[in-house]
């Protein structure tokens, strides 16, 4: 695995690769890589000729307040890692190179990125984008992979490929867990043992509509009010919000007519954790 700095290394890498006929796949991360991430890897090495991931804790898409500083960084272990799925190219870009002092232009998501949260965290999904964009833009792949654990982030990158007519098909790629059904992330390890025991709360909330939509129960109001008891039973956490949503819209329906998503997010300390469960009725 070639890791690279700059954006012209990348720009020659991806073109050699191309020449030789290849399709380009791109991982865009954070780093503190688990087995989420590397199912992402993997996912693109099934599909893939070539996998970049990019590994980059992006200021912008941070508030002010939020863990930017204290965010897990370990780029030994992420190349380990990475070696090890196979990855062929890992672009670690600094900040200096990302965003440029006489930089202006930012990419604004719209609607999509007020809702969830980006009503928590205001700005979150302009950073998003704008930094996706650019890694689309210097990397050019053909197919980039997004986890469902992020669903809004999903949810509003398509969106955003697709209005902006970007050259790359989005590949979503499902949630992975802890074997107590706590979706892995970076930040379960702020976590102590006590709240990571409260964490599974989110897992059983979603599970608990899961299992109601399956008996065929439609009213969102009360599939989310099932959803609020769960987190309620866990003193250790405080809800930001559940919701069940349209998979395209991300706003709520009246009644589970057609496929919806489970949102959650929680606050255990001074962590906040967000999960999502696809929900169908089974009526
Ligand atoms: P991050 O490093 O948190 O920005 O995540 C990079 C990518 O990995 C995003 O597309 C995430 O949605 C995805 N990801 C993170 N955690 C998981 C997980 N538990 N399962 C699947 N994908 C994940």
């Not at 210097?138 to 490929?161: C, H, N, S, W, Y």
């Not at 250790?236 to 009644?255: H, I, N, Q, R, S």
Request: charged share 25%.
């Amino acid at each position: 695995m070639e890791r690279v700095v700059s954006k012209e290394e990348v720009r020659q890498a991806v073109l050699a690769a191309r020449r030789e006929g290849k399709r380009i796949a791109l991982i865009p991360t954070m780093g503190a890589l688990h087995e989420g991430h590397l199912s992402l890897v993997r996912a693109a090495c099934e599909r893939a000729d070539y996998v970049a991931v990019s590994i980059f804790v992006n200021p912008t898409q941070f508030g002010p307040g939020e863990d930017f500083e204290a965010y897990p960084r370990d780029l030994e272990h992420d190349m380990q890692l990475l070696k090890a799925e196979g990855a062929d190219l890992l672009f670690t870009p600094t900040t200096a190179s990302m965003y440029a002092a006489d930089a202006q232009v930012e990419v604004i998501p719209g609607p999509l990125g007020e809702l969830w949260e980006g009503a928590i965290r205001p700005g979150h999904f302009g950073g998003v984008c704008t930094v996706v964009s650019k890694l689309l833009n210097i990397v050019q792949p053909d197919l980039a992979f997004f986890g469902e654990k992020d669903f809004q982030q999903l949810t509003i990158i398509k969106r955003m490929v697709c209005d902006l007519d970007a050259a790359v098909r989005v590949v979503p790629c499902p949630i992975i867990r802890e074997p107590d059904g706590l979706a892995l992330s970076s930040r379960n390890a702020y976590l102590s043992p006590e709240e990571r025991r409260a964490a599974t709360a989110l897992y059983r909330a979603l599970r608990t509509a899961e299992t109601l939509a399956l008996g065929g129960e439609r009213d969102i109001a009360l599939l989310t009010d099932a959803m609020r008891a769960c987190i309620a039973e866990e003193p250790l956490a405080t809800l930001d919000y559940a919701a069940v949503v349209d998979l395209a819209t991300l706003t709520e329906p009246a009644t589970l007519d057609s496929p919806a998503r489970a949102i959650v997010a929680v606050r255990l300390g001074n962590t906040r954790l967000i999960d999502n469960m696809q929900l169908t009725t089974g009526v």
